[in-house]
């Protein structure tokens, strides 16, 4: 939750912008039209190396011509053509930041100077083991040229990757650069966790893939379990207006799954609505403390005595499902989830529905109101709909590595 130097790297982009360095790739009455240009595409051939002067990162990506550096406060800029009029533009950043949010700032932070905008396109995905979020954006300057403005967004350990592309056409030369630049992309203080497991999740509303959720399982150094849940959802409001949700939760457990701590945050639009730290006492109760919708809380938390953490919900929920004998069996787990509700528990209860799909079983959750449908294989969740009012989101599973 930290939108530190966002706004710095946009002033760097509209830097450009007004001196009219970016201004030749819109399209003017009389060129090429506007389908024709978003056609266009490119093939990268070349790989060069690209290196912080201070060494922060180094990487190797596809491009066109060598890139360039830039060093900022707080991130790097790297230009990196992609044989197109106008080069991409990428941003390392020395801090991780909430991915949709940075995404929603960079473009708007660009669109906002143009009185008509629309979204052409919003997409998550996985370049391999890490997750993106994307989105397209049309615009109509005072001369009446169409321009098309792309950015991308990659959360790494603890950093964040951001590029963006000022010109119709090229998305998928733009995505090709930027994968092979997040897939080489090495952080020099990085301090990566050895997980036992890891999964990604990529969220659907109707036919648009609107964002993703990273679920990672370790242990600490005390030889608790240590589970961090990541989410970032980019969701269209209106035509040229999105709505944006991100979500960062760490919790610790023991052996047994009895809730040591957490800390969770999220942020809606980029602004903090829940900032909520759960520690348990030596008296055997929880103490909540934080901010939850503007609104600061420090009390105990009325909870159930089988508490249990993430990791060992999914556990559960697997043996429930794939018992060694018999039908899958139902299954009920007190919790915390302070969205909910951050003074108290909630119970999850699942249910077999007596139904399959794909020879897996389905389950039907509940939860503080919530109702959603859950497919469970031998490593936890593969698809999921959760119904919130009127709308119907999926999640399905399209990344692994280790074993829950």
């Known amino acids: 939750m930290n939108k530190l130097h966002?706004?710095?790297?946009?002033?760097?982009?509209?830097s450009?912008?007004?001196c009219g360095c970016t201004s030749t790739?819109?399209?003017?009455?009389?060129?090429?039209?506007?389908?024709?240009a978003l056609a266009r595409e490119a093939t990268l051939t070349e790989s060069y190396t690209v290196t912080a002067a201070d060494r922060f990162f180094s990487a190797t990506v596809s491009s066109s011509a060598s890139p360039a550096v830039t060093p900022h406060e707080g991130f790097y800029q790297i230009s990196i053509p992609i044989d197109a009029e106008i080069p991409a533009e990428c941003f390392v950043y020395k801090n991780a930041l909430d991915s949709a949010t940075t995404l929603r700032s960079l473009l708007n932070g660009m669109l906002d100077n143009f009185s008509r905008t629309r979204i052409l396109k919003i997409d998550?995905?996985?370049f391999e083991q890490l997750p993106y979020l994307y989105q397209e954006s049309q615009y109509l300057t005072e001369q009446r040229a169409v321009g098309v403005l792309k950015g991308i967004v990659v959360p790494l350990d603890s950093s964040t990757l951001a590029c963006i592309h000022d010109e119709p056409g090229y998305s998928e030369t733009f995505r090709q650069m930027v994968g092979s630049l997040a897939g080489s992309l090495h952080i020099s203080d990085s301090e990566r966790g050895s997980w036992k497991y890891q999964e990604i999740l990529v969220w659907q509303l109707r036919d648009l893939n609107v964002g993703f959720t990273v679920n990672r399982v370790g242990r600490d150094s005390d030889g608790d379990i240590k589970s961090i849940?990541?989410?970032?959802i980019i969701i269209p409001r209106k035509s040229d207006e999105t709505m944006t949700h991100d979500g960062y939760d760490v919790t610790y457990e023991k052996e047994n799954g009895e809730l040591i701590n957490g800390r969770y945050l999220e942020a809606e639009n980029g602004d903090i609505t829940l900032s909520i730290n759960?520690?348990?006492t030596e008296r055997g109760s929880y103490r909540v403390s934080g901010q939850f919708q503007g609104k600061a809380i420090d009390s105990q938390l009325n909870s159930a005595a089988d508490l249990v953490g993430p990791y060992y919900q999914y556990i559960e929920l697997i043996k429930a499902a794939n018992p060694a004998q018999g039908e899958p069996r139902a299954l009920s787990t007190n919790t915390y989830i302070p969205s909910a509700n951050p003074l108290q528990t909630i119970t999850i209860e699942a249910q077999p529905t007596g139904q399959r799909v794909g020879d897996l079983p389905e389950y039907a959750m509940r939860f503080s109101g919530m109702k959603a449908t859950s497919v469970i294989d031998a490593i936890g969740q593969k698809a999921v709909r959760v119904q919130m009012g009127p709308l119907e989101l999926k999640l399905s599973r399209v990344y692994t590595d280790g074993r829950l």
């Open 6 to 14: 966002i706004d710095t790297a946009v002033a760097v982009i509209l």
């Open 16 to 18: 450009a912008w007004l």
């Open 25 to 36: 790739g819109d399209i003017t009455p009389g060129q090429i039209s506007l389908q024709d």
């Open 124 to 126: 998550a995905g996985t």
């Open 229 to 232: 849940v990541e989410t970032a």
């Open 278 to 280: 759960l520690e348990k």
